[in-house]
């Protein structure tokens, strides 16, 4: 069996999973960062638009109220150079139609507060400071101003702020200035309402920087907010975004007042950019796990089939005998891959057996020609045994020879059986004993004892004599005592022993072992391994020779086979 | 090929988790938060209203607005935590009336996962993250200065303050008696705990300055005493003989500093309560409470008669929404 070689190459999932995966995340990563970018430009764009917009809508807002201002002013002025029963009537017309308007007042070429019109309010009897009116800026102006909001000071318990928009009157006898002040909480609130996304918001700047309202005018006060406006006039109307804060302005007309629409890029661009981000990335990961598990099971399709297929020609290579061959399932390739090792299975299997037929019957053929060859040495020292007896008279045991001889020759042949009768069998063991012991003039003895039963059981040919050979050559030849040999036959359980014991010389192990080794060389004739050998291509393994010895004690051999009858073998 | 499948599960599953959990975090939420004023009348809890308002719409939060009818009701004020309690409010913008009886409903409220933010006087419970308010000793310390800056010879003051369980008014009137004592020119004629309702407190201020004629420094601490300690001196035409500092604004209190009744406004800055009330409810829910810092202080300024219609001024005693009266 071989030792499975350790692995070193990668595995099919492994190496299409990898890169399937790392191709999909590259070119999402691409992708995300691509679109990311793109839309993140595409986001500041469009806050900036909405920005303007948002600037834009509330300076128009802006300047039409201050537009409004200019036409009520005209209006007002008109009426100033009325009758004063006419003008009053014409004012609290105006005023009627015009809620929005807080009071109109008018002044005194010193600046005194001479009149007063407003709907349904009396203006304070002593006025600590009105906000309304300022005498110098009124008489350095030749034109209509308008004043920055302020709050309306001249009522009690009533503090509305207002914008107040004043002008000469040139020919309006006792009064020299008149002041209109219009409600501001209107603009107000408008810009109030005003949001660029959901945080931004406008505000109302003078040319100097100075904020004209903030919706968040409290938060300023109490430094918990700041507006850079000192950097912000100095810039020229449009947009200016950095990376937190975009900054529209935006002139309202020629008051000189500017609108400053301020959003946060965090929440009009950052949070939609991560937004865009986390659904990107939950997509992402969607396309990698779908393209991980499409990987997974192609890879699946072609890998665990060709595993299965690996499987079974390693197991095929373990034990070639026993191996039986199950299609392997998968794609056609496998399918295909499969079929032929299936046919290759099949065709090894049978040569195989093929081969090993073969093998046992060109063994068995050998053997039978060896057994039918008569080593010519023991061929001659028995004729000239004869002859000598012959010579010297002794008809006798001459005769007793050539039968023994003939015997011999017979049953070797037995008409080309390979099976001979147990009986048979001890007949030729007995004729070698008897030709062996003229030869040897007596050296040794020897004994038969036969289970009668055994009789009949078929055995093969010539087992017994290259035993008994091997005896007498190298245990009892060179004994000076007498030597002795005994053969027994029983029955064991199933099996049949033969038994053949010396006293002979003995052999150490590493004897033993040759014995059963080697071939018989330049021998002739059956050696005690092609006697093992034989027995056990007929019988199989669990048959065949035991040899124990001990030197200067004996041999003793086993043959052990199983009972065999007339007529059992051919079934074999 | 069992084990690899396992993994493989463990993975999607793990993936599958995250997308959950990622698109449920995408879901905008509103935090929905209450405040719970002392009153809801008074030009001071209107400007906190507006700041808070101003703050829910910025930060997109689903504000409740409610107060008890008048500013020593703790027990109402108890019942509204509750309620809001009961109604899934996730944080409460908090003004207590008493210090101590509100601390239970609070605690309470906290230990129900309610975030508390207490603006302008707190409450005496730990479960507060944050108090946004006015410092109270320094705003009684700035009155009396002003006091003591203007008034030469010897002083002799008379307190009105309001209920004796607001922290804020015994804060202040502690602030105020101190600078008076280290002056060393100063006398603490007497104090007077009123109701914080001007009518109230006009009589009971008017009862004060008949008892005690000699008074030539009047500090009143809130915005409804300020209001009645104003109309008691107009009323006994006493302009000219008692210095009246007040606290807070309203349109009778301006009227009155121009007449010369009032001659000083400790001014706070309720929208910045209202505001950043609101603002740190939604920092504590959304952020955690690291943004937050632990006490914050509104600015408070005073106003007289020299600086009443300074821009600054106006823009901080007067809003621009217009209300009703």
Redesign the interface.
């Known amino acids: 069996m071989k030792q499975r070689v350790p692995h070193t190459g990668l595995r099919i999932?492994t190496i299409l999973v990898s890169m399937v995966v790392s191709v999909v995340t590259i070119i999402l990563c691409c992708c995300v960062f691509v679109f990311l970018d793109r839309y993140r430009s595409a986001m500041v764009q469009s806050a900036r638009t909405s920005s303007e917009q948002a600037v834009s809508q509330v300076s128009s807002t802006v300047e039409s109220y201050l537009r409004d201002m200019d036409q009520s002013m005209r209006l007002v002025r008109q009426f100033m150079l009325e009758e004063p029963e006419r003008r009053d009537e014409l004012l609290s017309a105006f005023l009627k139609f015009r809620p929005d308007v807080v009071a109109v007042t008018s002044y005194s070429p010193e600046g005194e507060l001479l009149e007063c019109w407003a709907p349904g309010r009396e203006p304070?009897e002593?006025i600590?400071?009105n906000?309304s009116f300022d005498l110098q800026t009124a008489r350095a102006a030749e034109e209509p101003y308008i004043m920055?909001p302020?709050?309306e000071?001249i009522f009690?318990?009533?503090?509305?702020?207002v914008v107040t928009v004043t002008a000469p009157i040139p020919e309006g006898g006792e009064a020299a200035w008149v002041s209109l002040d219009l409600?501001?909480?209107g603009i107000?609130?408008y810009i109030?309402n005003v949001?660029i996304g959901?945080?931004g918001y406008c505000f109302l700047m003078d040319a100097g920087g100075n904020i004209v309202?903030h919706?968040?005018?409290?938060?300023l006060?109490?430094?918990?907010k700041s507006e850079n406006t000192a950097a912000l006039a100095a810039l020229a109307d449009g947009t200016y975004a950095d990376d937190t804060v975009i900054s529209c302005l935006e002139a309202v007309g020629d008051s000189g007042w500017r609108i400053v629409g301020v959003s946060y890029v965090d929440e009009l661009v950052n949070r939609n950019v991560t937004?865009m981000l986390?659904?990107s990335?939950?997509l992402a990961?969607?396309v990698?796990?779908a393209s991980?598990?499409t990987s997974?099971l192609l890879s699946r399709l072609l890998d665990?089939p060709l595993r299965g297929l690996a499987a079974a020609m390693g197991s095929f290579e373990k034990d070639a005998d026993h191996f039986t061959y199950r299609p392997v399932g998968g794609t056609r390739e496998v399918q295909e891959l499969s079929q032929s090792f299936g046919h290759m299975v099949v065709r090894i299997q049978k040569l195989m057996t093929t081969v090993r037929e073969e093998e046992v019957n060109l063994r068995k053929t050998e053997l039978r020609a060896l057994q039918t060859q008569i080593n010519p040495h023991f061929l001659y020292n028995t004729l000239d045994s004869i002859a000598w007896m012959c010579e010297q008279g002794r008809n006798a045991d001459a005769v007793k020879m050539v039968h023994a001889l003939a015997r011999l020759f017979r049953i070797s042949i037995s008409q080309g059986h390979e099976l001979i009768p147990v009986a048979r069998e001890i007949e030729h063991a007995e004729s070698y004993l008897q030709i062996q012991k003229y030869r040897y003039k007596n050296q040794f003895t020897y004994a038969f004892d036969v289970d009668p039963e055994c009789l009949d059981f078929l055995c093969n040919k010539i087992t017994l004599q290259p035993i008994i050979e091997n005896a007498i050559n190298h245990g009892l030849k060179l004994l000076v005592d007498e030597g002795r040999i005994d053969v027994r036959v029983y029955r064991d359980g199933e099996d049949v022993v033969f038994c053949v014991q010396d006293n002979g010389v003995g052999m150490t192990p590493e004897q033993v072992e040759s014995i059963l080794r080697r071939d018989p060389g330049n021998h002739t004739g059956i050696g005690i391994k092609n006697v093992n050998d034989r027995l056990q291509i007929y019988f199989g393994r669990q048959y065949g020779l035991h040899i124990t010895s001990e030197p200067d004690v004996g041999t003793t051999v086993e043959i052990r086979m199983p009972q065999i009858r007339e007529g059992d073998y051919e079934t074999k | 090929?069992k084990r690899?499948k396992s993994i493989?599960l463990c993975?999607?599953l793990t993936?599958?988790c995250?997308?959950g959990c990622?698109?449920e975090?995408?879901m905008p939420t509103q935090h929905s938060v209450v405040l719970i004023a002392k009153s809801t009348s008074t030009e001071f809890w209107l400007?906190v209203f507006a700041?808070a308002e101003?703050a829910a719409?910025?930060?997109?939060v689903n504000l409740t607005i409610i107060g008890p009818e008048t500013e020593e009701d703790y027990e109402a004020q108890n019942a509204m935590v509750e309620r809001a309690v009961q109604e899934n409010a996730e944080a409460i913008v908090f003004s207590a009336i008493d210090f101590e009886n509100n601390a239970g409903a609070i605690d309470a409220a906290a230990q129900a996962g309610v975030q508390v933010v207490a603006i302008d006087s707190s409450v005496d419970s730990t479960a507060v993250k944050t108090y946004i308010g006015t410092d109270n000793y320094a705003a009684g310390r700035m009155a009396a200065q002003t006091a003591l800056g203007r008034l030469d010879g010897t002083l002799n003051v008379g307190i009105v303050n309001y209920d004796i369980s607001s922290a804020n008014g015994q804060e202040r009137e502690r602030g105020a008696k101190d600078v008076f004592m280290e002056s060393g020119r100063a006398e603490i004629t007497a104090v007077i705990n009123t109701l914080a309702e001007a009518e109230t407190a006009r009589i009971d201020t008017a009862a004060l300055l008949a008892e005690h004629p000699e008074i030539n420094v009047l500090l009143a601490f809130n915005e409804p005493t300020s209001v009645g300690a104003a109309q008691a001196v107009g009323d006994l035409g006493l302009s000219e003989q008692v210095f009246l500092v007040g606290f807070d604004s309203n349109?009778?209190t301006?009227?009155c500093l121009?007449?010369g009744s009032v001659d000083a406004l400790v001014v706070q800055?309720p929208?910045?309560m209202g505001?950043?009330g609101v603002e740190s409810a939604y920092r504590l829910l959304s952020g955690g409470s690291k943004d937050v810092q632990h006490v914050v202080d509104?600015?408070t300024r005073i106003v007289d008669?020299e600086n009443?219609?300074s821009?600054?001024s106006?823009?901080?005693?007067?809003a621009?929404?217009?209300r009703t009266?």
């Open positions: 999932t304070k002593e600590f400071q906000l920055a302020h709050v000071s009690e318990g009533y503090y509305p702020w409600s501001f909480s107000s609130s109030n949001s959901q945080r309202y919706p968040q005018q409290q938060l006060y109490s430094g918990l937004e986390r659904l990335f939950v990961i969607v990698l796990a991980l598990l997974w665990r | 090929m690899s493989l993975i999607l993936l599958f995250l997308c990622l698109s975090n995408t400007s700041g101003a719409t910025e930060y997109n349109v009778v301006v009227d121009q007449e800055n929208y910045a505001y950043l509104t600015s008669r009443l219609f821009i600054d106006q823009k901080a005693l007067f621009f929404e217009q009266h």
